[in-house]
């Protein structure tokens, strides 16, 4: 469920996991609790600490009633970054009663990342045409369903 937020995790680390520990439950789809192993969750937290002293915290849940949420927050000495939600537009609303986005998120993983989709794509076959590395080598996924793995 979290295998992308755990390669995203260790992209920004810029160093190789030594543990993860994680919690899940299934709080709103009861009909995957009879799932097996971990596919019988829809929400899940995870702390994995990495070589160079970076801790991560993700959370994660199958459902969100109001888009496709994805944000992070890095934390550092000597600040803090945050990436937000993608919207349809870059609007904004300020009324006595509202204040906020005049959109909701994307909601759906294919909306969200159509362009990186592609992008992806199209370097994945100009690889193959001038014979050339991938841009992510494979290792970086194995690492990545390692710590989902574990």
């Known amino acids: 469920m979290a295998v992308h937020d755990l390669d995203m995790s260790r992209y920004l680390a810029g160093a190789e996991p030594v543990s993860v520990l994680a919690t899940g439950s299934c709080e709103i789809n009861q009909e995957i609790a009879n799932l097996s192993g971990s596919e019988q969750f829809d929400t899940a937290s995870c702390l994995v600490k990495f070589s160079n002293g970076t801790t991560a915290m993700i959370d994660v849940c199958r459902q969100s009633s109001y888009g496709y949420d994805q944000r992070a927050e890095v934390l550092g000495t000597k600040g803090m970054i945050q990436t937000d939600n993608v919207y349809p537009n870059t609007a904004r609303v300020f009324t006595s009663d509202f204040t906020g986005n005049a959109d909701m998120p994307y909601d759906f993983f294919l ?27 494979g290792s970086d996924g194995l690492i990545a369903l390692m710590m989902a793995l574990a």
């Open 111 to 137: 909306s969200r990342y159509n362009q990186a989709y592609t992008s992806e794509t199209i370097a994945f076959c100009e690889s193959l045409v001038n014979g050339t590395e991938v841009p992510v080598p």
